[in-house]
């Protein structure tokens, strides 16, 4: 079976293959070679050799295969590897099949032994020779050897710092020789040898360390991050290198055929004259921009042809793939080369605005556009923003600290963290954070996932830091070069101003803006035009494009979405953002509030029902208000009201000065509140006297309820509002329970609303008896909707709180994949939640069945809802966007066929 694929002059074996096979790097390579593209030759090693590989097979196994492609690569370009006269140099890089930017390993200039180093000192002059074997030192001590690169970097710096040099391009090849010599020595005093200098060692042991830095921390860290299966492997590409470091007519450098950030149309990106392509990435040096800008820097200034080859191979690119690509590329002596295409990372902002232009350019269809889009995307469209005035007014206060690159949505302010592992402890003590450093690096990832937001002050738009703030949807600014970082005292200081580490900071990714201090955020503008009506939607491109991608997705959508709200004001944001009805509301929020608890407390306190009806009476006329709050502003949409849940005890103080406050509000002695606190004790309260038990034991709470209820509706039927209210009794387990509780609401409707209010009388399906007999408790029921949160908890076992201590331990070592309270057990609470639908109408055709915990909101579980036939989920009104998004998703995949791994 072949399993090297070669690319080069115009042919590629590889090229029908596609990522699977080949990883994102691999398949672009080799389509881009089939296009003509200029691509310097090589090969590609395909991701199953490293699955096999990290499984502890051998790479005998390819070696044949991989000499046979290297052959033909030295055929290519006229050059042989190690070769005394003019060398021929590789690099060799990962690509997985998703794109992982800079978590795995790459080395450049592979081949560079001490023959060869002299050959290409006599082709292409000996300081660039110099340069090339300092960096393949650098790159292959670090990734093969396992010598640290801060290492390598401390020789090449304190090198700058001895000759009064800000760039590693103005050293000079007498210096750069003794970087060599230093680095050389470096290695045989951490390894014990001298540095490879065979160039099938060299080449078997960058193979081999690309190979396993699919296991590295940061690579499984950021698998984790975005749902990436372990078992995928990763490609090795082993290529001819070109080289941007040959002078001031050579170049590296990134580009995007459309901006990243906004979504606009126009060519975006950056490069360095005489550089190699980490340092671009690495923001180690500003890069230059690639379109003209009036500074005489522009590569459209410098190098005319080689823009216009890029424009040119820009358009080629995005009608082949239809999707705004990320490009790298390398110029020597003036000449253009690609050396990867694929997908572009981008914000929640480019990605709506990308699919819905490229829909009117005619590039997609509108299914594909729904397909572009991530759910999660969308929430950064809702990102908070700082208010102008308040920004102004901090800036005349003298705290604008400095400006960067804008490289990532929103505004954010958080305490200032200088290390990854400092923001990752600070954000658990509950502090929002603000990483800052000179540059990041893949192994600060965990940092930047902690973090509100980014701030580097070296790099450009396409460093790492924005590229992997991009992908994350968060809060970002690069290249704040005014600003200096002094980690060493904890401080940054710019413009006379100082901040230490533990203080506040605010960022506006959306300017490049610093500020000292905290500034409040606002909403965004989808959410100003949306809720606020704040301007006419036309007006907004960016909430014009939301707009239209989610009539989009309701077309195309067979799940309906619903939300879970508990207030008038969060009913008609729920509407705004286009639910079609409440899917829960929890009635004893409503409880809490402070004119309210009082009168719970007094009805707890009562000893016979007649006392707790002379309480509850109170409570009557105020939760009536709030329903028919609700109802007008549903304006005729469902309502699903769950009666009370939590036990009687959660509303009762337990602090002293609490328990006194109450026995004087209430008129009563300390201590008959502290002994009815006692007398409510229970050993497990999930599990206790709670849900439909207490509106069976104390009938007359539920009565109150269902009497406010349709109290409500009688009232909105006379304003001209249809109400569909459909009460929901919390924690069945048995038939009888809900049969029981369903002859009390029925009765209470009968008396109040005599069959002028529509209403539906069904069950959360939270205990997984109920799951099992759902046939039995269907017959009498009008709709089932799963409480996901509580299912979970007692199919597990888990405590919810109390997880927390050992789930993180479980996901870490690999005991689960992930939080089952995140994204939901498809493989036991789905099969109870998919058994339960099943049996429930099969014993009841048509039976309407919904969803209303958490995981109505999570994409990947909307799509296990879709597959199993609900009729709808509920979620938060601020995740109802990202739910119409992701059931349309799920609609036009098919649903998902999922396997079992747990």
Same mark, same amino acid.
């Given at each position: 079976?072949?399993?090297?694929?070669?690319?080069?002059?115009?042919?590629?074996?590889?090229?029908?293959?596609?990522?699977?096979?080949?990883?994102?790097?691999?398949?672009?390579?080799?389509?881009?070679?089939?296009?003509?593209?200029?691509?310097?030759?090589?090969?590609?090693?395909?991701?199953?050799?490293?699955?096999?590989?990290?499984?502890?097979?051998?790479?005998?196994?390819?070696?044949?295969?991989?000499?046979? *492609?290297?052959?033909?690569? &030295?055929?290519?370009?006229?050059?042989?590897?190690?070769?005394?006269?003019?060398?021929?140099?590789?690099?060799?890089?990962?690509?997985?099949?998703?794109?992982?930017?800079?978590?795995?390993?790459?080395?450049?200039?592979?081949?560079?032994?001490?023959?060869?180093?002299?050959?290409?000192?006599?082709?292409?002059? &000996?300081?660039?020779?110099?340069?090339?074997?300092?960096?393949?030192?650098?790159?292959?001590?670090?990734?093969?050897?396992?010598?640290?690169?801060?290492?390598?970097?401390?020789?090449?710096?304190?090198?700058?710092?001895?000759?009064?040099?800000?760039?590693?391009?103005?050293?000079?090849?007498?210096?750069?020789?003794?970087?060599?010599?230093?680095?050389?020595?470096?290695?045989?005093?951490?390894?014990?040898?001298?540095?490879?200098?065979?160039?099938?060692?060299?080449?078997?042991?960058?193979?081999?360390?690309?190979?396993?830095?699919?296991?590295?921390?940061?690579?499984?860290?950021?698998?984790?991050?975005?749902?990436?299966?372990?078992?995928?492997?990763?490609?090795?590409?082993?290529?001819?290198?070109?080289?941007?470091?040959?002078?001031?007519?050579?170049?590296?450098?990134?580009?995007?055929?459309?901006?990243?950030?906004?979504?606009?149309?126009?060519?975006?990106?950056?490069?360095?004259?005489?550089?190699?392509?980490?340092?671009?990435?690495?923001?180690?040096?500003?890069?230059?921009?690639?379109?003209?800008?009036?500074?005489?820097?522009?590569?459209?200034?410098?190098?005319?042809?080689?823009?216009?080859?890029?424009?040119?191979?820009?358009?080629?690119?995005?009608?082949?793939?239809?999707?705004?690509?990320?490009?790298?590329?390398?110029?020597?002596?003036?000449?253009?080369?690609?050396?990867?295409?694929?997908?572009?990372?981008?914000?929640?902002?480019?990605?709506?605005?990308?699919?819905?232009?490229?829909?009117?350019?005619?590039?997609?269809?509108?299914?594909?556009?729904?397909?572009?889009?991530?759910?999660?995307?969308?929430?950064?469209?809702? *990102?908070?923003?700082?208010?102008?005035?308040?920004?102004?007014?901090?800036?005349?206060?003298?705290?604008?600290?400095?400006?960067?690159?804008?490289?990532?949505?929103?505004?954010?302010?958080?305490?200032?963290?200088?290390?990854?592992?400092?923001?990752?402890?600070?954000?658990?003590?509950?502090?929002?954070?603000?990483?800052?450093?000179?540059?990041?690096?893949?192994?600060?990832?965990?940092?930047?996932?902690?973090?509100?937001?980014?701030?580097?002050?070296?790099?450009?738009?396409?460093?790492?830091?924005?590229?992997?703030?991009?992908?994350?949807?968060?809060?970002?600014?690069?290249?704040?070069? &005014?600003?200096?970082?002094?980690?060493?005292?904890?401080?940054?200081?710019?413009?006379?101003?100082?901040?230490?580490?533990?203080?506040?900071?605010?960022?506006?990714?959306?300017?490049?803006?610093?500020?000292?201090?905290?500034?409040?955020?606002?909403?965004?503008?989808?959410?100003?035009?949306?809720?606020?009506?704040?301007?006419?939607?036309?007006?907004?491109?960016?909430?014009?494009?939301?707009?239209?991608?989610?009539?989009?997705?309701?077309?195309?959508?067979?799940?309906?979405?619903?939300?879970?709200?508990?207030?008038?004001?969060?009913?008609?944001?729920?509407?705004?953002?286009?639910? &079609?009805?409440?899917?829960?509301?929890?009635?004893?929020?409503?409880?809490?509030?402070?004119?309210?608890?009082?009168?719970?407390?007094?009805?707890?306190?009562?000893?016979?029902?007649?006392?707790?009806?002379?309480?509850?009476?109170?409570?009557?006329?105020?939760?009536?208000?709030?329903?028919?709050?609700?109802?007008?502003?549903?304006?005729?949409?469902?309502?699903?009201?769950?009666?009370?849940?939590?036990?009687?005890?959660?509303?009762?103080?337990?602090?002293?000065?609490?328990?006194?406050?109450?026995?004087?509000?209430?008129?009563?002695?300390?201590?008959?509140?502290?002994?009815?606190?006692?007398?409510?004790?229970?050993?497990?309260?999930?599990?206790?006297?709670?849900?439909?038990?207490?509106?069976?034991?104390?009938?007359?709470?539920?009565?109150?309820?269902?009497?406010?209820?349709?109290?409500?509706?009688?009232? *909105?039927?006379?304003?001209?509002?249809?109400?569909?209210?459909?009460?929901?009794?919390?924690?069945?387990?048995?038939?009888?329970?809900?049969?029981?509780?369903?002859?009390?609401?029925?009765?209470?409707?009968?008396?109040?609303?005599?069959?002028?209010?529509?209403?539906?009388?069904?069950?959360?399906?939270?205990?997984?008896?109920?799951?099992?007999?759902?046939?039995?408790?269907?017959?009498?029921?009008?709709?089932?909707?799963?409480?996901?949160?509580?299912?979970?908890?007692?199919?597990?076992?888990?405590?919810?709180?109390?997880?927390?201590?050992?789930?993180?331990?479980?996901?870490?070592?690999?005991?689960?994949?992930?939080?089952?309270?995140?994204?939901?057990?498809?493989?036991?609470?789905?099969?109870?939640?998919?058994?339960?639908?099943?049996?429930?109408?099969?014993?009841?055709?048509?039976?309407?069945?919904?969803?209303?915990?958490?995981?109505?909101?999570?994409?990947?579980?909307?799509?296990?809802?879709?597959?199993?036939?609900?009729?709808?989920?509920?979620?938060?009104?601020?995740?109802?966007?990202?739910?119409?998004?992701?059931?349309?998703?799920?609609?036009?995949?098919?649903?998902?066929?999922?396997?079992?791994?747990?």
């Amino acid at each position: 079976m072949k399993r090297v694929f070669f690319f080069g002059n115009g042919e590629a074996e590889g090229a029908e293959l596609g990522k699977v096979t080949l990883g994102g790097k691999g398949a672009g390579l080799a389509e881009m070679t089939a296009l003509g593209i200029p691509v310097p030759p090589g090969f590609t090693i395909e991701a199953g050799v490293c699955v096999d590989f990290l499984h502890g097979a051998s790479l005998d196994g390819i070696r044949a295969e991989v000499e046979s *492609a290297l052959a033909r690569i &030295e055929r290519a370009t006229g050059k042989r590897l190690g070769d005394s006269e003019d060398p021929l140099l590789v690099s060799v890089r990962s690509g997985a099949r998703s794109s992982m930017p800079g978590m795995m390993d790459t080395i450049l200039n592979l081949g560079l032994t001490s023959h060869a180093l002299r050959g290409l000192a006599r082709a292409s002059g &000996e300081r660039f020779a110099l340069d090339c074997r300092r960096r393949f030192l650098e790159m292959y001590g670090d990734v093969v050897l396992r010598v640290p690169r801060h290492q390598f970097d401390r020789i090449l710096a304190e090198k700058k710092q001895q000759r009064g040099f800000n760039s590693d391009v103005e050293l000079l090849a007498t210096d750069l020789a003794d970087v060599v010599r230093q680095h050389e020595q470096l290695v045989r005093q951490k390894t014990g040898k001298n540095f490879p200098d065979n160039t099938r060692e060299q080449l078997w042991g960058a193979i081999a360390a690309v190979f396993r830095s699919w296991d590295n921390e940061r690579a499984k860290t950021y698998r984790k991050l975005h749902h990436i299966p372990d078992d995928w492997g990763t490609a090795v590409n082993v290529q001819a290198m070109v080289f941007g470091n040959r002078g001031e007519t050579s170049a590296t450098g990134v580009a995007f055929t459309r901006d990243p950030s906004t979504g606009e149309r126009k060519f975006y990106g950056e490069f360095l004259p005489n550089a190699q392509g980490e340092d671009v990435v690495a923001g180690i040096r500003t890069p230059r921009p690639l379109s003209k800008d009036g500074s005489g820097l522009s590569l459209e200034e410098t190098m005319p042809e080689a823009h216009a080859e890029l424009l040119r191979i820009r358009d080629i690119l995005e009608r082949r793939y239809r999707d705004m690509q990320d490009l790298e590329f390398t110029i020597e002596d003036r000449k253009l080369y690609i050396l990867q295409t694929r997908s572009a990372k981008r914000t929640g902002f480019a990605a709506v605005r990308i699919a819905t232009d490229m829909v009117d350019e005619g590039l997609i269809s509108e299914d594909e556009a729904i397909a572009r889009v991530e759910p999660e995307q969308l929430i950064q469209l809702l *990102a908070p923003v700082f208010p102008e005035k308040e920004k102004e007014a901090a800036i005349k206060d003298g705290r604008f600290l400095g400006k960067g690159l804008p490289a990532g949505p929103g505004a954010a302010c958080g305490c200032i963290a200088f290390t990854a592992e400092h923001a990752v402890a600070m954000a658990e003590e509950g502090e929002p954070i603000i990483l800052v450093r000179e540059e990041t690096s893949p192994e600060d990832i965990a940092g930047m996932q902690t973090a509100a937001g980014i701030l580097t002050t070296r790099g450009g738009t396409t460093s790492h830091a924005a590229v992997v703030a991009r992908g994350m949807g968060k809060t970002c600014i690069v290249g704040a070069g &005014e600003i200096v970082v002094d980690a060493v005292h904890g401080q940054v200081r710019a413009r006379g101003l100082t901040a230490c580490e533990g203080e506040w900071m605010s960022i506006d990714g959306s300017t490049g803006e610093v500020l000292v201090g905290q500034i409040p955020t606002h909403p965004s503008e989808v959410l100003r035009v949306v809720l606020e009506g704040a301007m006419p939607i036309q007006e907004s491109p960016v909430a014009m494009a939301f707009t239209r991608l989610l009539l989009w997705a309701d077309a195309r959508r067979r799940l309906g979405v619903r939300a879970n709200a508990d207030t008038p004001q969060d009913a008609r944001v729920a509407r705004l953002f286009g639910a &079609e009805g409440i899917g829960l509301c929890r009635t004893e929020h409503m409880f809490f509030e402070e004119q309210r608890i009082p009168a719970v407390r007094e009805m707890i306190l009562a000893d016979n029902p007649e006392g707790r009806r002379e309480a509850l009476a109170k409570i009557l006329p105020m939760q009536r208000e709030d329903f028919l709050g609700i109802f007008r502003e549903m304006k005729g949409r469902p309502v699903t009201i769950r009666l009370l849940d939590p036990p009687l005890h959660e509303f009762l103080p337990r602090e002293d000065e609490a328990v006194r406050k109450t026995a004087k509000e209430l008129g009563v002695a300390p201590d008959v509140v502290r002994e009815r606190v006692r007398a409510l004790a229970e050993v497990n309260p999930m599990l206790g006297h709670r849900g439909c038990r207490l509106g069976i034991t104390h009938p007359e709470i539920y009565e109150m309820q269902v009497c406010a209820i349709f109290e409500a509706a009688v009232l *909105a039927l006379r304003e001209g509002v249809r109400p569909k209210p459909e009460i929901m009794i919390p924690l069945v387990g048995a038939k009888g329970e809900f049969d029981r509780l369903k002859k009390l609401i029925d009765r209470e409707a009968k008396r109040i609303a005599d069959d002028r209010v529509n209403y539906k009388v069904g069950t959360m399906i939270e205990v997984p008896r109920a799951a099992l007999r759902a046939n039995r408790i269907a017959l009498n029921c009008d709709f089932f909707s799963f409480g996901t949160n509580d299912l979970t908890q007692l199919t597990y076992g888990y405590s919810r709180d109390d997880a927390v201590s050992f789930l993180p331990i479980y996901i870490a070592e690999g005991v689960l994949p992930e939080d089952p309270f995140a994204s939901l057990d498809q493989y036991g609470v789905g099969e109870l939640i998919s058994l339960a639908t099943r049996r429930g109408r099969e014993a009841k055709p048509g039976l309407k069945i919904g969803v209303c915990g958490e995981h109505g909101g999570d994409p990947r579980s909307i799509e296990f809802f879709h597959s199993v036939g609900l009729d709808y989920v509920s979620c938060s009104p601020f995740r109802v966007a990202v739910a119409r998004l992701a059931a349309a998703r799920a609609a036009l995949a098919g649903g998902m066929q999922a396997s079992a791994t747990a």
